[in-house]
């Protein structure tokens, strides 16, 4: 074959081939079309399937996936989700305790929540579009809780990490002696839980938290002072401020009170010089020491105390004697003075006053219970002096009782105990009854009175007209007496 012929017969044959390359690729092409076809047609009608028996594609429900899930095991999920999510709780960037809603007590309304997926599946279908973006449908995420695994899982013992906790530290009142003054310490608060704000926190938090991206969120709540119990007494509390004050003003009370002490028109003072060494001050409060008011009370009456102690009696003759049997004087009552010494501190004022006495004469001056006012008898010399005010009002000659044992005038110094006009004397020992119309008793059924009856009076009359203890007196006389003096006018016989 020459090489024209040959050459004719390859181009030939080269074309052929090429036909056949075509032909092939054609057959390719429209396989694959045809099955690219057939997985569109596949992939709607897997979409078509996917919509109508589940959920959808490209689902998320309040953050979560459910794509291609039906509402019952979109439910199952959701629950399982919820009750496996964690809450954290931080406490200065540190965890310190982490639990899941369903240890808290918590899980969803499965009913609920399958008939709101039901509802949103529903909608899918009716909405269907192919080859839809993500989207994140929202249910109502209608919560039920066992309170007590709530209780039980949020108690202080479960929060660790801050080592031992601190109580809270409650405000006080303390006294500061470099004012003088009481002042309230603000309370101080310790980082110990308390579990009811706990619990209250908690509940409000996850409430807040079921939104509609639930599942997404991570749920972390800081410990801090808005969870720590609170001191039981605050800086501002009511109570503890009227106390300061209180405490205050009882302070400035005692350190301002003053008493003066009349004694006639001699006195004594008792102010802060003496008192405020009676004070016991703590940051409890103000005491005053009563051993050491007590003590002044003694001292008080051992130098203005006149009655029950034999007296110094200077005589109109000029002599001094002593006067036992003395029941005629002052006697301060020491239980009460105490006592309202205690009281006029607390007051506050300045009081002017005389002691509280448990026996009072008629007047006096300092020691001088007499203060010039005072029937003076001797007996010896069967006569009386009647001063008032320091001036000699009378004298006169008398008869006392006749000396012996049974009748003789007793000695000492008496208040005269009341006055009558008239009155009646009588005796069923001695078979007398007489009728006086001056009658001044002292003591022990003796007295003075006018004795008409008497021819005269002095000397030695009495020892053998002497009366039955009384002091007989000539009636002018008895009556200058008995017009001048008052109950309770000292008698001084010796």
Same mark, same amino acid.
């Given at each position: 074959?020459?090489?024209?012929?040959?050459?004719?017969?390859?181009?030939?044959?080269?074309?052929?081939?090429?036909?056949?390359?075509?032909?092939?690729?054609?057959?390719?092409?429209?396989?694959?079309?045809?099955?690219?076809?057939?997985?569109?047609?596949?992939?709607?009608?897997?979409?078509?399937?996917?919509?109508?028996?589940?959920?959808?594609?490209?689902?998320?429900?309040?953050?979560?996936?459910? !794509?291609?899930?039906?509402?019952?095991? @979109? %439910?199952?999920?959701? +629950?399982?989700?919820?009750? $496996?999510? *964690?809450? #954290? =709780? /931080?406490?200065?960037?540190?965890?310190?305790?982490?639990?899941?809603?369903?240890?808290?007590?918590?899980?969803?309304?499965?009913?609920?929540?399958?008939?709101?997926?039901?509802?949103?599946?529903?909608?899918?279908?009716?909405?269907?579009?192919?080859?839809?973006?993500?989207?994140?449908?929202?249910?109502?995420?209608?919560?039920?809780?066992?309170?007590?695994?709530?209780?039980?899982?949020?108690?202080?013992?479960?929060? !660790?990490?801050?080592?031992?906790?601190? @109580? %809270?530290?409650?405000? +006080?009142?303390?006294?500061? $002696?470099? *004012?003088? #003054? =009481? /002042?309230?310490?603000?309370?101080?608060?310790?980082?110990?839980?308390?579990?009811?704000?706990?619990?209250?926190?908690?509940?409000?938090?996850?409430?807040?938290?079921?939104?509609?991206?639930?599942?997404?969120?991570?749920?972390?709540?800081?410990?801090?002072?808005?969870?720590?119990?609170?001191?039981?007494?605050?800086?501002?509390?009511?109570?503890?401020?009227?106390?300061?004050?209180?405490?205050?003003?009882?302070?400035?009370?005692?350190?301002?009170?003053?008493?003066?002490?009349?004694?006639? +028109?001699?006195?004594?003072?008792?102010?802060?010089? #003496?008192?405020?060494?009676?004070?016991?001050?703590?940051?409890?409060?103000?005491?005053?020491?009563?051993?050491?008011?007590?003590?002044?009370?003694?001292?008080?009456?051992?130098?203005?105390?006149?009655?029950?102690?034999?007296?110094?009696?200077?005589?109109?003759?000029?002599?001094?004697?002593?006067?036992?049997?003395?029941?005629?004087?002052?006697?301060?009552?020491?239980?009460?003075?105490?006592?309202?010494?205690?009281?006029?501190?607390?007051?506050?004022?300045?009081?002017?006053?005389?002691?509280?006495?448990?026996?009072?004469?008629?007047?006096?001056?300092? #020691?001088?219970?007499?203060?010039?006012?005072?029937?003076?008898?001797?007996?010896?010399?069967?006569?009386?002096?009647?001063?008032?005010?320091?001036?000699?009002?009378?004298?006169?000659?008398?008869?006392?009782?006749?000396?012996?044992?049974?009748?003789?005038?007793?000695?000492?110094?008496?208040?005269?105990?009341?006055?009558?006009?008239?009155?009646?004397?009588?005796?069923?020992?001695?078979?007398?009854?007489?009728?006086?119309?001056?009658?001044?008793?002292?003591?022990?059924?003796?007295?003075?009175?006018?004795?008409?009856?008497?021819?005269?009076?002095?000397?030695?009359?009495?020892?053998?007209?002497?009366?039955?203890?009384?002091?007989?007196?000539?009636?002018?006389?008895?009556?200058?007496?008995?017009?001048?003096?008052?109950?309770?006018?000292?008698?001084?016989?010796?």
């Amino acid at each position: 074959m020459s090489k024209e012929k040959k050459r004719k017969n390859g181009i030939k044959e080269s074309g052929k081939k090429s036909r056949n390359q075509k032909k092939k690729l054609k057959g390719v092409l429209t396989a694959c079309i045809v099955i690219l076809v057939l997985l569109v047609i596949g992939l709607i009608a897997y979409e078509i399937v996917v919509n109508t028996k589940t959920m959808g594609g490209n689902i998320t429900v309040n953050g979560a996936n459910v !794509s291609r899930l039906t509402p019952e095991k @979109a %439910s199952e999920t959701l +629950s399982s989700a919820f009750e $496996s999510k *964690q809450l #954290t =709780y /931080v406490e200065n960037g540190n965890t310190v305790y982490t639990v899941t809603l369903g240890n808290l007590g918590y899980s969803l309304d499965q009913a609920d929540l399958l008939s709101q997926l039901e509802q949103i599946m529903e909608e899918h279908q009716q909405n269907w579009k192919l080859f839809r973006g993500r989207e994140n449908d929202v249910v109502i995420l209608n919560v039920q809780r066992d309170d007590q695994k709530f209780s039980d899982a949020l108690t202080e013992g479960n929060f !660790s990490g801050s080592g031992e906790r601190v @109580a %809270s530290q409650s405000a +006080s009142i303390q006294y500061d $002696s470099q *004012q003088d #003054t =009481y /002042v309230v310490i603000r309370d101080q608060l310790g980082n110990q839980i308390d579990e009811g704000k706990l619990r209250q926190y908690t509940e409000a938090y996850v409430g807040q938290s079921l939104d509609d991206s639930f599942f997404k969120n991570n749920l972390q709540i800081e410990v801090n002072e808005n969870l720590y119990k609170a001191a039981e007494v605050t800086a501002d509390s009511t109570e503890l401020n009227e106390k300061a004050a209180e405490l205050n003003t009882l302070l400035s009370n005692y350190r301002n009170a003053s008493i003066t002490y009349t004694f006639g +028109s001699v006195t004594e003072v008792l102010n802060g010089e #003496t008192t405020g060494a009676w004070l016991q001050i703590s940051d409890d409060g103000i005491t005053v020491d009563e051993a050491q008011v007590q003590s002044y009370v003694e001292n008080l009456a051992g130098k203005y105390n006149t009655i029950y102690v034999p007296r110094s009696f200077q005589t109109t003759g000029g002599g001094v004697i002593e006067v036992s049997n003395n029941e005629y004087g002052y006697r301060i009552d020491q239980s009460g003075e105490v006592q309202q010494i205690l009281t006029d501190l607390k007051s506050g004022e300045a009081v002017t006053r005389e002691p509280v006495y448990e026996k009072a004469g008629l007047s006096r001056n300092g #020691t001088d219970d007499l203060n010039g006012s005072y029937i003076e008898v001797s007996l010896s010399q069967q006569h009386l002096w009647l001063y008032k005010d320091g001036a000699l009002v009378t004298e006169t000659d008398i008869i006392s009782g006749l000396p012996t044992p049974e009748r003789a005038t007793y000695t000492g110094a008496y208040p005269i105990a009341y006055k009558a006009s008239p009155f009646t004397l009588s005796s069923e020992e001695y078979g007398y009854e007489t009728t006086v119309q001056y009658w001044m008793p002292f003591v022990y059924g003796q007295g003075l009175h006018d004795a008409s009856w008497q021819s005269s009076f002095g000397g030695d009359a009495y020892k053998t007209r002497g009366s039955h203890g009384c002091v007989n007196l000539p009636p002018d006389e008895a009556s200058i007496i008995y017009n001048t003096i008052e109950g309770g006018y000292p008698i001084i016989l010796y």
